[in-house]
């Protein structure tokens, strides 16, 4: 079974400061990787997505992140953070299921604090 | 750009009730999802639907949920008789191929009381 961990619960920066939160998966196959952000009140929206190709993929916002298959993780980072990046980041690992479908499975979620 | 909306954003309802949610999925995506993130805890998923019938289903979308495609636009979620443990937030997803990002909406807060 497929499945994600995310192992910071909260992450507090500087504004100004780079950022990397820490995804790791588990997946039987090359996996579909996603970062998702939700902020206060809203829906998910997509950062950026990797599917095949080049390991390092660049999302909106600045944001990136890096597909290591031996590490098994899929890291998101950003060099210089602001204010308006405090929110909740999900990683998420998907791939076509026996049904057919294409379901993501979310990690818990990252809580980015942001200090001025 | 085409968004997912999602109506009410909020419902509290009484415990034993039936509620309905409701989503505009993206007007030319195919494929649905309903998503369910108690408070504090990862969002999980429900159900998929593709070609008007359910495609997957997880553990939690046990008997008392249901899902229908009323008309060319809306997708919705019904729940027949609400319990505590349903108060969640909701959200409807939409892509337009199997194997596409899932474009989200901003979800309904489900209170039971």
């Known amino acids: 079974a497929q499945s994600v961990t995310q192992p910071d619960i909260h992450i507090t920066v500087s504004e100004g400061a780079s950022l990397e939160l820490r995804c790791n998966y588990s997946y039987g196959a090359t996996p579909y990787l996603f970062w998702y952000v939700q902020s206060p009140g809203q829906g998910l929206q997509l950062l950026l997505k990797?599917?095949?190709?080049?390991?390092l993929v660049q999302g909106i916002k600045g944001f990136e992140a890096e597909f290591k298959r031996s590490q098994s993780s899929f890291n998101l980072r950003k060099p210089s953070v602001h204010w308006s990046d405090a929110a909740e980041y999900f990683c998420a690992v998907g791939g076509a299921s026996s049904g057919g479908s294409y379901i993501p499975t979310f990690g818990r979620g990252t809580s980015l604090i942001v200090h001025p | 750009e085409p968004e997912v909306t999602q109506t009410p954003s909020h419902q509290v309802t009484q415990m034993g009730q039936e509620v309905i949610l409701r989503c505009v999925p993206i007007?030319?995506?195919?494929?649905f999802y309903w998503y369910r993130q108690i408070l504090g805890q990862k969002v999980e998923f429900l159900v998929s639907?593709?070609?008007?019938?359910?495609?997957?289903k997880s553990e939690i979308f046990d008997d008392q949920f249901s899902v229908e495609r009323p008309d060319g636009s809306n997708f919705t979620l019904k729940i027949r008789s609400t319990k505590l443990e349903d108060s969640a937030m909701y959200f409807c997803?939409?892509?337009?191929?199997?194997?596409?990002?899932?474009?989200f909406g901003d979800g309904t807060r489900l209170s039971i009381l």
């Open positions: 007007s030319n995506h195919l494929y």
């Open positions: 639907f593709y070609n008007n019938e359910i495609s997957e």
């Open positions: 990797y599917f095949s190709g080049d390991t």
């Open positions: 997803a939409s892509s337009g191929q199997m194997n596409q990002p899932q474009h």
